[in-house]
T-cell receptor, first 112, second 115 residues
């Protein structure tokens, strides 16, 4: 089955700096890659996603890039703010729209 | 998107008892899922809740321990049976809203502590 690895497990950045989280996946048939943000005591919230026919997608301060050949994708957060502090999860799924396989998560701390 | 409500939001239960968690979605959804998230860990899929038929369980999860119902397109329940302290975890309901759309949304979770 699919295996998703996520790095780093923790990330501390100064407010205003950029944060980058990287994920690799094992199943070349995967073609949907969402990113979730989970704040303390809440469920994961979808923040951005990318499909395999696209190499990059941007939404304001967040962007995701995908390299299908290397089977890795990354989340970029620019101009970080304290409210960006949370746990971020990457995931992968196949076109059939079935289950998501999650990475291990990255705890991001933005220091004011 | 869909709004997913879970009840209860948290509970403390005695070992050996069972707890049923409810998941209600505000619109008809194509697929519903149940995940477990142990403290400080990632999400692990327990099963896919199928409307009107038996759930599809992932490796390591069995129906006797985690019976699931989905009587209609907007509602599902997960029961954690014969609980032990190892079942202490957050249980999350997830739903996908449209056929062919892989976006999945989550409820706020049920924090379960077994004592």
């Amino acid at each position: 089955g699919e295996n998703v690895e996520q790095h780093p497990s923790t990330l501390s950045v100064q407010e205003g700096d950029s944060a980058v989280i990287k994920c690799t996946y094992s199943d070349s048939a995967s073609n949907y890659f969402p990113w979730y943000k989970q704040e303390l005591g809440k469920g994961p919230q979808l923040i951005i996603d990318i499909r395999s026919n696209v190499g990059e997608k941007k939404d304001q301060r967040i962007a995701v890039t995908l390299n299908k050949t290397a089977k890795h994708f990354s989340l970029h957060i620019t101009e970080t703010q304290p409210e960006d502090s949370a746990v971020y999860f990457c995931a992968a799924a196949k076109a059939a729209g079935n289950k998501l396989t999650f990475g291990g998560g990255t705890r991001v701390l933005v220091k004011p | 998107s869909a709004v997913i409500s879970q009840k209860p939001s948290r509970d403390i239960c005695q070992r050996g008892t069972s707890l049923t968690i409810q998941c209600q979605v505000d619109s008809q959804v194509t697929m519903m899922f149940w995940y477990r998230q142990q403290p400080g860990q990632s999400l692990t899929l327990i099963a896919t809740a199928n409307q009107g038929s038996e759930a599809t369980y992932e490796s390591g999860f069995v129906i006797d321990k985690f019976p699931i119902s989905r009587p209609n397109l907007t509602f599902s329940t997960l029961t954690v049976s014969n609980m032990s302290p190892e079942d202490s975890s957050i249980y999350l309901c997830s739903a996908r809203t449209r056929v062919g759309n892989t976006e999945a949304f989550f409820g706020q979770g049920t924090r379960l502590t077994v004592v």
